[in-house]
C-alpha cells in the first residue's frame, strides 16, 4: 500500500504542516531544548498558526531525509496514508502525484480495502 521512497518530496515547498500544541511538547523534548529556544531556531508563527521555518526551499529539519523523525509533527507522521483517501478516489490520485511511495498496483477499492485495515490495527 504504501512504502516511503525518501525522495523528501513531501518536505519541499514554502510551507510545512501546522503544529499543534501536543507536536510542539514532542518536538521540544525531542531537541531538548527550551519552548522559547525551539521557537526562535526552528518555527515561525503567523496568525497564531506555527510552522516550521522554511530553508532553501525546504522544511528546516530536512537534510537528505527527516533529521527530526521522533519529535515530529503528526501530520507528518501520518503523511501520505490521510484519511480523505477514504472519501474520494480523487484525494488518493491527488496524493499519488506528489508521493511516490504509494502503490500504483492496487486499484481504488483494494486500496481502501487495505487502508481500512491499516487504520483499524493501530
Ligand atoms: S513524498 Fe512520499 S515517498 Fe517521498 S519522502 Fe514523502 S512520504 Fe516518502
Ligand atoms: S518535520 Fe521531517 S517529515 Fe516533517 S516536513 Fe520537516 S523534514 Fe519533513
Given at each position: 500500500m504504501f512504502l516511503c521512497r525518501q525522495c523528501g518530496h513531501c518536505c519541499?515547498?514554502?510551507?510545512?504542516?501546522?503544529?499543534?500544541?501536543?507536536?510542539?511538547?514532542?518536538?521540544?523534548?525531542?531537541?531538548?531544548?527550551?519552548?522559547?529556544?525551539?521557537?526562535k531556531k526552528y518555527l515561525r508563527e503567523t496568525h497564531n498558526v506555527i510552522q516550521m521555518k522554511i530553508v532553501d526551499g525546504h522544511c528546516i529539519f530536512y537534510r537528505?531525509?527527516?533529521?527530526?523523525?521522533?519529535?515530529k509533527p503528526w501530520r507528518c507522521s501520518q503523511?501520505?496514508?490521510?484519511?480523505?483517501i477514504l472519501y474520494d478516489e480523487a484525494n488518493l490520485n491527488a496524493i499519488k502525484d506528489s508521493c511516490p511511495g504509494i502503490s500504483r498496483k492496487l486499484?481504488?477499492?483494494?486500496?481502501?480495502?487495505?487502508?481500512?485495515?491499516?487504520l483499524a490495527l493501530k
Open positions: 519541499q515547498g514554502e510551507t510545512t504542516v501546522s503544529l499543534d500544541p501536543d507536536d510542539l511538547d514532542r518536538m521540544i523534548k525531542h531537541l531538548k531544548m527550551t519552548r522559547g529556544e525551539v521557537m537528505e531525509g527527516c533529521t527530526i523523525h521522533h519529535g503523511w501520505p496514508l490521510h484519511p480523505s486499484d481504488y477499492e483494494a486500496f481502501c480495502r487495505k487502508f481500512t485495515e491499516y
